[in-house]
């Protein structure tokens, strides 16, 4: 599972540091494809199969489906760690994501979100979390 907050920065050639506990979930070859909320999602090759075969079963008929398949897929790179445990992120990533220079990665369970970090600090503020935390029971994660 994955946990945590890091702040890292990319390279003027794209290349980004995968920390080292992220590192041994992932191995040598994981997907990064476009997330949701202006960030990307990181998977490692086990749970990036499981998903793909969750939208393989999506009705083709359904244009929503289509089109949030397309989302995922069109934009997803097989990414390998080099021996600096760097990755080099595909310029049509770091474009939709604004990843330039300071970047945030986080743990969120089974993948990893990369963030531009202002992107983060305005996106995540937690003041509404009373208001979050009863829908969250009302879905049955009574805390």
């Known amino acids: ?4 907050e890091y702040n890292h920065t990319i390279d003027s050639k794209g290349r980004l540091i995968i920390p080292s506990k992220f590192r041994e979930i992932l191995e040598d070859e994981f997907v990064v494809t476009k997330g949701l909320d202006g960030c990307l999602f990181v ?12 939208l393989k079963t999506l009705p083709l008929t359904n244009k929503d489906a289509r ?15 080099d021996k600096q445990g760097r990755i080099l992120l595909p310029s049509v990533l770091r474009e939709f994501a604004a990843l330039e220079k300071d970047v945030v990665l986080i743990g969120v369970a089974s993948r990893i979100e990369i963030w531009n970090r202002d992107r983060f600090n305005e996106s995540n503020e937690y003041d509404d979390m009373d208001e979050i935390a009863e829908h969250m029971a009302d879905l049955g994660l009574g805390i």
Not at 1 to 4: E, L
Not at 43 to 54: A, L
Not at 67 to 74: G, H, I, V, Y
Request: no cysteine.
């Open 43 to 54: 998977y490692p090759k086990e749970e990036w199969k499981s998903f793909e075969e969750k």
């Open 1 to 4: 599972m994955f946990m945590g």
């Open 67 to 81: 089109k949030f398949t397309r989302f995922f897929l069109a934009g997803a790179a097989l990414v390998e760690v």
